[in-house]
Protein backbone atom coordinates (compact mmCIF):
# COMPACT_ATOMS: atom_id res chain seq x y z
CA UNK A 1 0.00 0.00 0.00
CA UNK A 2 0.96 3.76 -1.21
CA UNK A 3 1.15 6.13 1.65
CA UNK A 4 1.01 9.73 0.27
CA UNK A 5 3.05 11.93 2.35
CA UNK A 6 2.52 16.00 2.45
CA UNK A 7 4.74 18.20 3.02
CA UNK A 8 4.11 19.09 6.51
CA UNK A 9 4.28 14.99 7.17
CA UNK A 10 8.05 15.47 5.79
CA UNK A 11 9.21 18.22 7.43
CA UNK A 12 7.92 16.89 10.90
CA UNK A 13 9.83 13.65 10.27
CA UNK A 14 13.11 15.75 8.80
CA UNK A 15 12.73 18.15 11.85
CA UNK A 16 12.13 15.56 14.69
CA UNK A 17 14.50 12.80 13.17
CA UNK A 18 17.50 15.03 12.59
CA UNK A 19 17.33 16.96 16.20
CA UNK A 20 16.82 13.86 17.71
CA UNK A 21 19.91 11.98 15.99
CA UNK A 22 21.78 15.21 16.39
CA UNK A 23 21.26 15.04 19.78
CA UNK A 24 22.18 11.09 20.53
CA UNK A 25 24.25 10.33 17.54
CA UNK A 26 26.19 13.08 16.15
CA UNK A 27 27.31 14.80 19.19
CA UNK A 28 27.66 10.73 20.69
CA UNK A 29 30.13 11.02 17.70
CA UNK A 30 31.98 14.07 18.90
CA UNK A 31 31.52 12.67 22.44
CA UNK A 32 33.61 10.03 21.20
CA UNK A 33 36.14 11.53 19.33
CA UNK A 34 36.65 14.31 22.08
CA UNK A 35 38.65 11.60 24.26
CA UNK A 36 37.12 10.51 28.38
CA UNK A 37 34.51 10.26 29.36
CA UNK A 38 33.23 8.46 26.56
CA UNK A 39 29.79 8.60 28.17
CA UNK A 40 27.47 12.38 29.05
CA UNK A 41 28.47 11.75 32.58
CA UNK A 42 31.53 13.47 34.30
CA UNK A 43 34.24 10.86 35.27
CA UNK A 44 34.91 10.12 38.84
CA UNK A 45 37.87 8.37 40.81
CA UNK A 46 37.30 6.47 43.76
CA UNK A 47 37.17 8.90 45.86
CA UNK A 48 33.83 10.72 43.73
CA UNK A 49 36.08 13.36 42.49
CA UNK A 50 35.36 14.18 38.92
CA UNK A 51 38.31 13.85 36.81
CA UNK A 52 36.77 14.65 33.39
CA UNK A 53 33.52 16.23 32.32
CA UNK A 54 31.49 16.08 28.96
CA UNK A 55 33.13 17.88 26.18
CA UNK A 56 28.97 18.45 25.14
CA UNK A 57 26.82 19.31 27.61
CA UNK A 58 24.51 16.58 28.50
CA UNK A 59 21.46 19.14 28.95
CA UNK A 60 22.44 20.61 25.53
CA UNK A 61 22.05 17.19 24.21
CA UNK A 62 19.26 15.95 25.52
CA UNK A 63 17.32 19.12 25.18
CA UNK A 64 17.87 18.35 21.31
CA UNK A 65 16.14 15.00 21.83
CA UNK A 66 13.47 16.56 23.69
CA UNK A 67 13.15 19.18 21.06
CA UNK A 68 12.37 16.43 18.34
CA UNK A 69 9.81 15.00 20.73
CA UNK A 70 7.86 17.94 20.61
CA UNK A 71 8.29 18.44 16.93
CA UNK A 72 6.40 15.30 16.69
CA UNK A 73 4.07 15.73 19.71
CA UNK A 74 3.09 19.23 17.75
CA UNK A 75 2.72 17.02 14.60
CA UNK A 76 0.33 14.71 16.56
CA UNK A 77 -1.98 17.74 17.15
CA UNK A 78 -1.91 18.78 13.96
CA UNK A 79 -3.13 15.95 12.69
CA UNK A 80 -5.75 15.95 15.52
CA UNK A 81 -6.61 19.34 14.17
CA UNK A 82 -6.47 19.40 10.85
CA UNK A 83 -9.26 17.84 8.86
CA UNK A 84 -8.75 14.48 7.63
CA UNK A 85 -8.20 13.25 3.86
CA UNK A 86 -11.34 11.70 3.74
CA UNK A 87 -13.07 14.67 5.51
CA UNK A 88 -12.22 16.89 2.38
CA UNK A 89 -12.82 14.36 -0.21
CA UNK A 90 -16.86 14.03 1.45
CA UNK A 91 -17.12 17.84 1.96
CA UNK A 92 -16.04 18.97 -1.73
CA UNK A 93 -18.23 16.02 -3.28
CA UNK A 94 -21.26 17.12 -0.77
CA UNK A 95 -20.68 20.25 -3.43
CA UNK A 96 -20.14 19.06 -6.54
CA UNK A 97 -23.09 16.45 -6.09
CA UNK A 98 -25.76 19.71 -5.37
CA UNK B 1 16.89 -11.53 -1.30
CA UNK B 2 13.90 -9.33 -1.70
CA UNK B 3 13.75 -6.32 -4.03
CA UNK B 4 10.90 -4.33 -2.74
CA UNK B 5 12.33 -1.40 -1.29
CA UNK B 6 9.34 -1.26 0.68
CA UNK B 7 9.39 -4.73 2.59
CA UNK B 8 12.68 -5.80 2.41
CA UNK B 9 12.01 -9.03 4.26
CA UNK B 10 8.93 -10.17 1.79
CA UNK B 11 10.70 -12.82 0.57
CA UNK B 12 12.35 -14.69 2.79
CA UNK B 13 10.52 -13.51 6.20
CA UNK B 14 6.99 -12.36 5.61
CA UNK B 15 6.78 -9.24 8.02
CA UNK B 16 3.94 -7.03 6.64
CA UNK B 17 1.60 -4.70 8.87
CA UNK B 18 -1.06 -7.52 8.31
CA UNK B 19 1.58 -10.15 8.59
CA UNK B 20 0.52 -12.92 11.39
CA UNK B 21 4.10 -12.31 12.88
CA UNK B 22 3.89 -8.59 13.35
CA UNK B 23 0.86 -8.84 14.85
CA UNK B 24 2.08 -11.69 17.41
CA UNK B 25 5.45 -9.29 18.03
CA UNK B 26 3.37 -6.46 18.01
CA UNK B 27 0.70 -7.55 20.76
CA UNK B 28 3.56 -9.19 22.82
CA UNK B 29 5.88 -6.05 22.87
CA UNK B 30 2.58 -3.78 23.64
CA UNK B 31 1.34 -6.40 26.57
CA UNK B 32 5.06 -6.50 28.21
CA UNK B 33 4.88 -2.53 27.80
CA UNK B 34 2.10 -2.26 29.67
CA UNK B 35 2.85 -4.97 32.19
CA UNK B 36 6.03 -2.94 32.85
CA UNK B 37 3.97 0.48 33.81
CA UNK B 38 1.28 -1.87 35.45
CA UNK B 39 2.90 -3.33 38.05
CA UNK B 40 5.54 -0.45 38.91
CA UNK B 41 1.36 1.83 39.14
CA UNK B 42 -0.30 -0.59 41.04
CA UNK B 43 2.94 -1.64 43.37
CA UNK B 44 2.87 2.05 44.61
CA UNK B 45 -0.95 1.88 45.05
CA UNK B 46 -0.62 -0.70 46.93
CA UNK B 47 2.06 0.75 49.50
CA UNK B 48 1.38 4.45 49.34
CA UNK B 49 -2.37 4.79 47.84
CA UNK B 50 -2.77 8.13 45.91
CA UNK B 51 -0.16 9.80 48.94
CA UNK B 52 3.10 8.93 46.67
CA UNK B 53 4.97 11.28 48.16
CA UNK B 54 8.28 10.78 46.66
CA UNK B 55 6.74 11.96 43.17
CA UNK B 56 7.34 15.72 44.32
CA UNK B 57 10.43 15.62 45.91
CA UNK B 58 11.85 13.15 42.97
CA UNK B 59 10.82 16.61 40.22
CA UNK B 60 12.34 19.06 42.88
CA UNK B 61 15.27 17.94 42.79
CA UNK B 62 15.64 18.03 38.91
CA UNK B 63 17.18 21.67 38.51
CA UNK B 64 19.75 22.20 35.68
CA UNK B 65 18.20 19.69 32.93
CA UNK B 66 16.83 20.56 29.82
CA UNK B 67 13.65 20.75 30.85
CA UNK B 68 14.08 24.13 33.11
CA UNK B 69 12.57 25.01 35.83
CA UNK B 70 9.51 23.01 34.72
CA UNK B 71 9.83 19.43 37.24
CA UNK B 72 10.70 22.02 40.02
CA UNK B 73 7.78 24.15 39.40
CA UNK B 74 6.02 20.94 38.80
CA UNK B 75 6.95 19.60 42.06
CA UNK B 76 6.63 22.61 44.37
CA UNK B 77 2.98 23.74 42.74
CA UNK B 78 1.36 20.42 41.85
CA UNK B 79 2.59 18.08 44.69
CA UNK B 80 -0.97 17.18 45.99
CA UNK B 81 -1.52 16.12 42.06
CA UNK B 82 1.53 14.30 41.37
CA UNK B 83 1.38 12.40 44.50
CA UNK B 84 -1.78 10.91 43.02
CA UNK B 85 -1.05 11.12 39.30
CA UNK B 86 2.12 8.80 39.51
CA UNK B 87 0.89 5.63 40.89
CA UNK B 88 -2.65 5.80 38.92
CA UNK B 89 -0.88 7.29 35.38
CA UNK B 90 1.43 4.59 35.45
CA UNK B 91 -1.61 1.89 36.77
CA UNK B 92 -3.77 3.23 33.86
CA UNK B 93 -1.47 3.71 30.77
CA UNK B 94 -0.37 -0.13 31.68
CA UNK B 95 -3.97 -1.21 31.97
CA UNK B 96 -4.40 0.45 28.72
CA UNK B 97 -1.64 -1.39 26.73
CA UNK B 98 -2.39 -4.59 28.48
CA UNK B 99 -5.66 -5.10 27.24
CA UNK B 100 -4.61 -2.61 24.23
CA UNK B 101 -7.25 0.20 24.41
CA UNK B 102 -6.65 3.75 24.01
CA UNK B 103 -3.26 2.73 23.11
CA UNK B 104 -2.03 5.62 21.59
CA UNK B 105 -3.24 8.11 24.13
CA UNK B 106 -2.03 5.88 27.27
CA UNK B 107 1.48 5.46 25.05
CA UNK B 108 1.70 9.78 24.90
CA UNK B 109 1.54 9.29 28.59
CA UNK B 110 4.20 6.89 28.97
CA UNK B 111 6.16 9.36 26.50
CA UNK B 112 5.66 12.11 28.84
CA UNK B 113 6.47 10.00 32.36
CA UNK B 114 9.54 8.60 30.33
CA UNK B 115 10.87 11.67 29.42
CA UNK B 116 10.80 12.85 32.90
CA UNK B 117 12.73 9.21 33.61
CA UNK B 118 15.09 9.74 31.38
CA UNK B 119 16.14 13.49 32.01
CA UNK B 120 15.51 12.98 35.98
CA UNK B 121 17.67 9.62 36.55
CA UNK B 122 19.91 11.00 34.14
CA UNK B 123 21.84 7.84 33.73
CA UNK B 124 24.08 9.01 30.71
CA UNK B 125 27.26 6.86 32.59
CA UNK B 126 27.45 5.08 29.04
CA UNK B 127 25.83 7.43 26.79
CA UNK B 128 22.41 9.10 26.61
CA UNK B 129 20.96 5.85 25.03
CA UNK B 130 19.92 3.86 28.33
CA UNK B 131 16.65 1.99 29.66
CA UNK B 132 15.14 4.88 30.39
CA UNK B 133 15.52 5.98 26.70
CA UNK B 134 14.66 3.03 25.07
CA UNK B 135 11.61 2.67 27.35
CA UNK B 136 10.76 6.05 25.77
CA UNK B 137 11.23 4.14 22.39
CA UNK B 138 9.01 1.67 23.24
CA UNK B 139 6.27 4.48 24.06
CA UNK B 140 7.15 6.06 20.23
CA UNK B 141 6.65 2.67 19.23
CA UNK B 142 3.25 1.71 20.18
CA UNK B 143 2.13 5.42 18.96
CA UNK B 144 3.39 5.09 15.59
CA UNK B 145 2.88 1.38 15.04
CA UNK B 146 -0.84 1.72 16.48
CA UNK B 147 0.09 -1.95 18.52
CA UNK B 148 -3.41 -1.64 19.84
CA UNK B 149 -5.21 -2.96 16.44
CA UNK B 150 -3.07 -5.92 17.00
CA UNK B 151 -5.02 -8.31 19.41
CA UNK B 152 -6.28 -5.65 21.50
CA UNK B 153 -9.45 -4.11 22.28
CA UNK B 154 -8.50 -0.81 20.08
CA UNK B 155 -9.42 -3.16 16.73
CA UNK B 156 -13.20 -3.84 18.53
CA UNK B 157 -13.30 -0.56 19.56
CA UNK B 158 -12.36 1.44 15.98
CA UNK B 159 -15.16 -0.65 14.46
CA UNK B 160 -17.54 0.66 16.36
CA UNK B 161 -20.09 3.60 14.90
CA UNK B 162 -18.71 5.95 17.22
CA UNK B 163 -15.45 6.00 15.65
CA UNK B 164 -16.38 5.37 12.31
CA UNK B 165 -18.39 8.87 13.01
CA UNK B 166 -15.37 10.62 14.13
CA UNK B 167 -12.43 8.74 12.77
CA UNK B 168 -9.90 10.84 14.38
CA UNK B 169 -10.63 9.25 17.54
CA UNK B 170 -8.29 6.66 15.89
CA UNK B 171 -5.27 9.02 17.05
CA UNK B 172 -6.12 8.16 20.34
CA UNK B 173 -6.71 4.93 20.05
CA UNK B 174 -4.77 2.47 17.37
Redesign the interface.
Known amino acids: MQQHTTVIDKAAMALSGGLMLL??VVL?IV?ILAGK?????PLTNDAGEIIATPMVD??????L??AG?LV??LY?VY??VAP?K??TAAAQQEITAD | MSYQAANPLADEFEFELGGAWTAYWLAFLRVVTGWWFFHAGVTKLIEDGLAYTYGPTYLKQMT????GPIPVLMGEHLGWLIQAMVPLGETLIGLGLMVGALVRLAS?FG?FFM?LF??GN????????NSDFMGLLLF?TM?VLGTGRYYGLDAIIEKTKLVKRH??LR?LLG
Open positions: GVGEPYGAAPTLRTGVLLLAGRLMGE | GTALVVAWIAGFGHGLVMIPKY
